[in-house]
């Protein structure tokens, strides 16, 4: 072969060998649709306000808006992406105007793709999400997934919510009642999850705590028959009789929603789960306070609460009341203590003995009255003498006949019926 056909033939393989390599080049060239997700080079950021990247394989250039750039808050582009950074995004659109690249492209909705498909897997699983509340609705809480999910406000707790404010910023476990990521629909439940824990809790307070002990709670709830009081882990309840030592009529003339207070532990129910408490057996009984403040022969306020037959009962300090017999109401006779008094009645009463031992008090309304003077009995008239009978001397009968005379006879018959 002559030097010449050997050129030749070396000037044929490089024309193949170029024209392959652009075959080669041409093939690896990513053609680009809406809906890839490809792998792009941060080559700017514009102003803070979008990103320029080269979509790699491609040999085109695309942008992502700021709002496209992740699911989660940031104040600046740089908190999430920096050039030169290689970032998996999604093409959303096609742009007829080139300038700014050939393809709008979004980080976030690939992340949130990714959060969908992470949240259903979880759902088919029976498995919970942990996430921030984002911020507080009139229908209840917004939670940020990286997606948004809704917590109705029925589903908030196991237990009637007013206001919703301290939820804000409180991460939290829920659980996925129902989602459809094509409508961005996304429903979390909180309640079943505190109903678990608060049943755990009191389980374990119930087994821990004992009779007689003295807790200190916050009044929950109000009711006509008592008050609820949260302890932490369980709500005991206070019965009505058991709040003061003095008849209480209304739990809220007593207490407050919110109030701290001292109670001391009555019962454990294990089996209902319930804590009966009191908070009247944490303060002095009003006796012992009696004993303290007053002595025999004070002088006492007080209110004729009852009235019997043989007296009347005076309250002269919360919880105390005493005894005015019905021979200590007045200085006069009288049939009843009704004669007297009647109940709700204002008196001022005397002390004549206090038995604290026996919750006994004996008092006088009497003995603060002036006795009324004693009357005199009349004085007798002396009683009249006899007037001496004047010797009549009688005139002698005309006949001479004395008058022993005349009824000498008459007298002797007498004498004679007499033996």
Same mark, same amino acid.
């Given at each position: 072969m002559t030097e010449l056909e050997n050129n030749a033939q070396l000037e044929q393989q490089e024309i193949g060998s170029e024209t392959q390599t652009m075959e080669d080049a041409l093939e690896q060239v990513q053609e680009i649709s809406i809906g890839d997700v490809v792998m792009g080079e941060v080559l700017s950021i514009q102003d803070d306000n979008q990103v320029i990247v080269g979509i790699i394989g491609s040999g085109v250039e695309g942008v992502v808006p700021r709002n496209e750039l992740s699911a989660t808050s940031f104040d600046s582009i740089? =908190? +999430? @992406?920096?050039?030169g950074d290689e970032v998996e995004l999604v093409v959303i659109k096609s742009n007829k105007d080139k300038e700014n690249g050939s393809f709008t492209l979004s980080r976030k909705r690939l992340e949130s793709k990714k959060v969908w498909d992470e949240i259903q897997t979880k759902f088919e699983n029976g498995e919970t999400v942990t996430a921030p509340v984002k911020d507080v609705v009139k229908g209840g809480l917004v939670v940020d997934l990286g997606v948004r999910g809704f917590v109705p406000a029925s589903m908030v707790a196991n237990y009637y919510v007013d206001d919703f404010s301290s939820y804000k910023g409180q991460e939290l476990e829920f659980k996925i009642i129902e989602i459809e990521p094509s409508e961005n629909?996304? +429903?979390?439940?909180?309640?079943?999850?505190?109903?678990a824990e608060q049943a755990e809790k009191r389980n374990e307070f119930l087994q821990e705590v004992e009779e007689g002990s003295i807790l200190e709670g916050t009044v929950a709830r109000l009711t006509n028959f008592g008050a609820f009081?949260?302890?932490?882990? @369980? =709500?005991g309840l206070v019965h009505i009789s058991q709040i003061a030592h003095h008849h209480v009529k209304n739990?809220?003339?007593?207490?407050?929603?919110?109030d701290k207070v001292q109670v001391k532990v009555l019962a454990i129910d294990l089996e209902r789960g319930r804590v009966s408490l009191s908070i009247k057996e944490t303060q002095a009984g009003p006796w012992e306070a009696l004993v303290e403040e007053v002595s025999v022969d004070d002088v006492l306020a007080g209110t004729v609460k009852r009235l019997t037959a043989f007296g009347a009962f005076v309250e002269v300090r919360p919880g105390v009341e005493g005894l005015v017999h019905i021979s200590q109401i007045s200085?006069?006779?009288?049939?009843?203590?009704?004669? $007297?008094?009647?109940?709700?009645?204002? @008196?001022?009463? $005397? @002390?004549? =003995? +206090?038995?604290?031992? =026996?919750?006994?008090l004996s008092l006088s309304i009497k003995a603060l009255e002036e006795k009324p003077a004693e009357e005199k009995p009349a004085a007798s008239k002396p009683k009249k003498q006899a007037k001496p009978q004047k010797q009549v001397e009688m005139p002698e009968d005309e006949s001479g006949?004395?008058?022993g005379d005349l009824l000498g006879d008459q007298l002797a018959n007498f004498a004679n019926e007499d033996n």
């Open positions: 740089t =908190d +999430i @992406v920096t050039e629909r996304l +429903i979390l439940s909180r309640k079943e999850l505190a109903e009081i949260d302890l932490g882990s @369980v =709500d739990p809220a003339d007593e207490l407050t929603i919110g200085h006069d006779h009288i049939a009843t203590p009704n004669d $007297k008094l009647k109940e709700g009645q204002e @008196v001022q009463v $005397k @002390v004549l =003995d +206090i038995k604290p031992e =026996d919750q006994r006949f004395t008058l």
